[in-house]
């Protein structure tokens, strides 16, 4: 799997699988090829792409953390959906 970070906070904005064609570039990140969707928040400036990552079995966005390898729990992640 693939994970794309937030550079700074190193939240994990999004889970790929690895054959998930990514071009990040200095305006977007374009997820597919032809394009399943386009990421207009999110560029070469300020997410980093993880390679080859096992993504815990609750993984949501924004839920995590993901540094040196080692997942983490975003304290300040709520769950709208138990809101």
Same mark, same amino acid.
């Given at each position: 799997m693939k994970a794309l970070?937030?550079?700074g906070s190193n939240i994990s904005l999004y889970i790929f699988?690895? @054959?998930?064609y990514l071009d990040i570039n200095?305006?977007?990140i374009v997820v597919g090829d032809? +394009?399943?969707?386009?990421? +207009? /928040?999110? @560029? %070469?400036s300020n997410t980093l792409l993880h390679q080859n990552v096992t993504p815990p079995s609750d993984w949501a966005g !924004?839920?995590?953390t993901y540094? !040196?390898? #080692?997942? +983490? @729990? !975003?304290p300040s992640y #709520? /769950?709208? %959906?138990?809101?």
């Open positions: 970070t937030r550079t699988e690895d @054959n998930k200095e305006d977007t032809p +394009a399943d969707f386009i990421i +207009a /928040d999110c @560029n %070469s !924004n839920k995590y540094f !040196n390898g #080692v997942w +983490a @729990n !975003n #709520v /769950d709208l %959906s138990q809101e």
